[in-house]
């Protein structure tokens, strides 16, 4: 696995919102915000504080268990690393895992259910979005998180689509996948790459603290800086970007 470029936060922060935004936290969102989302200008900084507000809406407490002093690159990946790649542990993961989260072995258990004569609907959204895969179209960004690149990744966002990208053939693995990692040599304090009692205390404590989240109140936000009006009529969606919001 190679190093190709350092990415920013805020572009991070931006690919991520984007595969989140069609969930209904998000419903009273979209008439105001399709244009920050879709069409998205990564040196402004207003900007760039409404995307990582609407994310941490749905994912600030995920955010904040990454070290702060994670650096993002873009990789070079090639289908035989996918052998350091461990899926993130969510409950739907945990029952084709069987205690192993290795994205190889978990890749497999899918499979086999997917020849079963009643395949469940984990196994029907892989077949899918397999089949997507395989045509053409923009690429998609899947994020890792990991120490190094010599060493084991988990799988911060992009779950599916990397499991998806397994049941194909090599050369047609990577073809609509973007692969992104966040490296820290801090990351084993993170309790989504190493889940054991002191990273599931701290975030336990953190989603007590952040019950109510101020960084993720849009609206305190525009009041803070006085660009409520600018929001409401600059970021609100054009037609074109109708055409991005099933992407």
């Known amino acids: 696995m190679k190093k190709l470029s350092r990415i920013t936060e805020a572009e991070i922060i931006h ?3 984007k595969s989140e935004f069609y969930h209904p936290e998000y419903d009273s969102d979209r008439g105001r915000f399709e244009r920050l989302v879709y069409c998205a200008d990564l040196s402004d900084e207003m900007e760039n504080a409404l995307r990582r507000a609407l994310l941490f809406r749905r994912r600030g407490h995920m955010w904040r268990e990454l070290p702060p002093d994670t650096q993002w690159w873009e990789m070079e990946f090639s289908p035989e690393e996918a052998e350091q790649v461990n899926i993130f ?3 739907q993961w945990r029952a084709p895992a069987r205690g192993n989260f290795a994205a190889l072995n978990v890749a497999e258990q899918v499979r086999q259910d997917m020849l079963s004569e009643n395949p469940g609907p984990l196994a ?7 089949l997507m895969l395989q045509a053409d179209g923009p ?3 899947i994020m890792l998180i990991g120490i190094n690149e010599q060493l084991p990744l988990t799988m911060l966002e992009g779950n599916h689509r990397f499991i998806a990208s397994l049941m194909l053939p090599r050369e047609k693995m990577l073809r609509r996948l973007r692969v992104t990692c966040g490296f820290s040599p801090h990351m084993e304090k993170c309790c989504w790459y190493r889940t054991n009692f002191p990273t599931l205390s701290h975030y336990l404590k953190n989603r007590i603290k952040y019950f109510w989240d101020r960084e993720a109140d849009i609206d305190r936000l525009l009041a803070r800086t006085g660009s ?3 929001t409401a009529s600059g970021l609100a969606a054009p037609a074109e970007a109708q055409q991005l919001k099933s992407k």
């Open 15 to 17: 690919e991520f919102l």
């Open 89 to 91: 542990p969510r409950a």
């Open 124 to 130: 029907a959204k892989i077949k899918s979005l397999a």
């Open 139 to 141: 690429k998609s960004t």
């Open 228 to 230: 409520g009006q600018r």
